[in-house]
């Protein structure tokens, strides 16, 4: 086979200056390098070493081994099970694998031999400052499923970035990235040693594929710089610019069906809560995904969008959209009165007999095994018409049967033998049936999009909500996708964000992993502890951030309201790796938890320090809560599962066990000078039969007394404390004396919001015993 290139893409590499210096370090091999790296690769196809040049260190690791490898005969498999396999797995090709036996340049072109394959590969290479290009120009031979155009096997470094693809320690690091959206890159760690690949896919198309090696000296400095270079080179997203904006810090408020009516005091509650950003749903304004028409709520159409938009920036807050683009709904014009042939299906079947209007079965040639049988996923295309299943027949004659014609508003109709029937991929969320991303519905979707956008903006982040929603294969598709939306995005959104990403997404989506609403408001700090902060922990290696949120379940309504404690425990911990938060509430969950103020007030105090700048670098530090050698990756897909495992008590990894056991809790607060003070503090179970939440804690700055942060959980409580009334004080805010009473002799406080409590001259365990003592007073 032979890859032909378009005129403007040659044009593109012969504008290249090529510096690829070519020598021998030995008899035979070929040498490639820039002014950072020295790549050498044996007459054998081996990779014989990859150096820092300034420092004449081999960073290769084990013996030598294939720089390059195709495949044939097999095909990829997800090496996991269960629900979400084929995203949180591993894909992994089964198959016959031909490793590259020779190397050699001819005319200024690398060549590789897969002798064993009867296959050829030549690339052109360059060489800038600050990276090696190799981009695959012809195949030559029997045809191939794949190939790996770069194997690195390197040292394993401190630091392992697996959606940079990077590994790296303070004084160098290497990068091996594709060069275009059609070359995937990822990484195998092992013992003391890391496989960097970057391959190409027949499925996919060989036309373009690209490897780009980045060698890069003190790489938490300079890598950035570099993967700016290559997007510039390669015109892509510019991920490396993004990360670097201020505005990656920036918390969320989502206003959960924000209206023209309602906007005002959706920005009302986000000001108080220091939120700078106010995300809204298209499910605020639109029917539904697809074709996004208008609601009821927005009758004057994307002149009412804006109305909300330019609110919102009027206030001082910037604008955030949160979308689904890879699905529409089945109440949208793609599905229903007539399904568009560009939704997709994952299984298709021949029909064995005629079928009338009103049949109830469906006999076909196919067996049907393996079908989905789950509730509002049984869903047939049959032409115009769409048909629900109860059930399938796999055993001959083999049929579909319990059949609801006509279902979702289509027309039943007759059909004839032979018509075909697909099995449309209806969502794992069952509102929605996903897209074909071999058809064009997924630019037309982006264009509308694009159009909201355009029209309503700017926004300041767009959340990419539904990214594993696409079919194989997901390393393409997921970015693919994505791309497709963001390309038309204009200007540029500077934040995006998404559940789902894959290799070339970190070109555009900055930070992630904003975790669904789980867990209970018992459950929540440990849900931080187990899935944003172990994730935030690894993503600093890929130069990215983390979501601490979405934070939920902010109302009165069964399981209860979180407190004021929670807020602060998640927002503390995202300012440990100096993350942003979200929180997703209703108006009538702000409007009934009794402690609204005090939670919003707590992530304010956070947000106000963190962004401020004005709290010491130290106290990140201290509030870290995990090792670097239990920092990783959770796919939000684990989080019911991860939760579930806290709440039972078992299977939990020895890591996640060390993580649980830290259960420090930190309170930051403005002190009597005006300045952010942070205190490590401690709970008191228990006080006023749980009427009162408590917490005890000390200070550095006067080490003599003891203090007390407490509120009421719901309505206000009169508390007679066994003290004298002259050894403490009541504040609220800090440093701001409130009077209290006294009652036969001693203290009655009325504590409603937090409160703060200073005992003199005692101790912590002088307080914990005054309040297990204390009172409730009629």
């Known amino acids: 086979m032979v890859i032909m290139h378009s005129k403007t893409f040659c044009r593109t590499w012969l504008a290249w200056t090529c510096l690829a210096a070519v020598t021998s370090a030995s008899a035979g091999a070929v040498v490639l390098e820039n002014p950072h790296l020295r790549l050498e690769i044996g007459d054998d196809g081996m990779l014989r070493s990859l150096a820092d040049k300034a420092r004449g260190i081999d960073y290769s690791a084990g013996a030598p081994a294939p720089i390059a490898v195709v495949y044939r005969g097999g095909r990829a498999v997800c090496d996991a099970e269960g629900p979400y396999a084929e995203i949180v797995g591993r894909w992994v090709y089964r198959g016959p694998r031909f490793p590259a036996t020779g190397a050699s340049l001819q005319d200024g072109k690398l060549v590789i031999d897969f002798a064993s394959a009867g296959v050829k590969a030549t690339y052109r290479v360059q060489s800038t400052g600050d990276y090696l290009a190799l981009e695959l120009l012809d195949l030559e031979g029997e045809a191939i499923d794949r190939i790996d155009l770069l194997r690195l096997n390197v040292r394993k470094l401190p630091h392992v970035g697996q959606w940079l693809n990077a590994v790296y320690d303070d004084r160098f690091g290497i990068c091996l990235r594709g060069g275009n959206l059609e070359t995937n890159a990822e990484m195998w760690p092992g013992d003391g040693e890391v496989l960097l690949t970057a391959t190409a896919e027949a499925a996919v198309g060989f036309r373009g594929a690209t490897a780009v090696i980045i060698g890069c000296p003190e790489p938490r400095k300079r890598l950035l710089d570099a993967m700016a270079a290559m997007e510039r080179g390669f015109k892509l997203p510019s991920g490396a610019t993004f990360r670097r904006s201020p505005l990656q810090k920036r918390s969320y408020f989502w206003a959960s069906r ?15 809560g220091g939120f700078r950003v106010l995300l809204f749903s298209y499910t605020s304004f639109a029917k539904s995904p697809g074709h996004f028409s208008w609601n009821d709520d927005y ?8 109305q909300v938009a330019d609110a919102v920036r009027r206030a001082g807050l910037g604008v955030g959209l949160h979308i689904h683009y890879s699905k529409a ?17 994952v299984a298709s079947y021949t029909l064995a007999a005629d079928v009338p209007a009103g049949a109830a079965t469906l006999t ?10 789950d509730d509002g996923r049984r869903l047939l295309k049959l032409g115009k018409e769409l048909i629900e299943y109860e059930a399938y027949r796999s055993e001959e004659p083999f049929q579909f049967t319990g059949c609801r014609r006509g279902s979702l508003g289509t027309a039943a109709a007759a059909h004839r033998a032979g018509d075909r029937a697909g099995l449309l991929d209806v969502d794992t969320w069952p509102s929605f049936i996903r897209f074909d991303q071999d058809t064009d519905i997924q630019d037309e979707v982006a264009r509308r999009i694009a159009a909201i956008y355009r029209e309503t903006g700017p926004y300041e982040m767009v959340y990419f909500d539904g990214a594993e929603d696409v079919h194989e294969p997901y390393w393409y598709n997921v970015a693919r996708a994505q791309h497709r939306v963001f390309r038309l995005l204009e200007p540029p959104p500077p934040v995006c964000e998404s559940a789902n990403y894959t290799h070339f997404s970190w070109h555009m989506i900055s930070r992630s992993n904003a975790y669904d609403v789980v867990a209970t408001p018992e ?6 502890r187990l899935m944003p902060c172990p994730t935030a922990a690894a993503r600093v290696w890929d130069f990215s951030r983390v979501q601490f949120g979405w934070l939920g379940r902010f109302g009165a309504a069964p399981p209860g309201s979180p407190g004021p404690d929670v807020f602060e425990y998640v927002a503390s911990r995202a300012a440990a790796w100096d993350c942003p938060l979200s929180l997703h509430v209703r108006l009538q969950e702000l409007q009934a938890n009794p402690r609204a103020d005090d939670c919003l007030e707590a992530i304010k105090t956070w947000e106000d320090a963190r962004l401020s700048g004005q709290w010491p670098i130290e106290g990140h530090e201290q509030l870290k809560n995990v090792a670097p050698a239990d920092a990783h990756y959770v796919p939000c897909y684990r989080q019911r599962e991860v939760f579930k495992n806290i709440s039972a008590g078992r299977g939990l990894t020895d890591g996640q066990r060390r993580i649980l056991n830290d259960r420090r809790e930190h309170h930051l607060f403005l002190n009597e000078r005006g300045v952010y003070e942070l205190v490590e503090i401690e709970e008191v179970a228990g006080v006023a039969q749980g009427a009162v939440k408590a917490y005890v804690f000390r200070r550095t700055r006067q080490p003599a007394d003891a203090y007390a942060l407490f509120w009421a959980v719901a309505d206000e409580t009169r508390l007679r404390l066994p003290a004298d009334p002259g050894a403490i004080g009541i504040f609220r805010p800090f440093a701001v004396p409130r009077p209290f009473q006294s009652e036969d002799g001693r203290p009655l406080v009325s504590i409603g919001p937090r409160t703060y409590l200073l005992v003199r001259g005692a101790g912590t365990g002088d307080v914990r015993k005054m309040l297990a003592g204390a009172e409730v007073w009629p």
């Open 299 to 306: 009758r004057r159409g994307m002149a009412d969008l804006r």
């Open 329 to 345: 709904g089945k109440n949208d014009p793609y599905v229903t009165p007539v399904p568009d042939d560009r939704l997709h299906t």
């Open 258 to 272: 924000a209206t023209p009516a309602n906007i005002g005091q959706f920005i009302e509650f986000a000001k108080r």
């Open 364 to 373: 076909v040639r196919e067996n049907p095994a393996g079908a989905t049988l």
């Open 523 to 528: 459950g929540m700090k440990d849900f931080c």
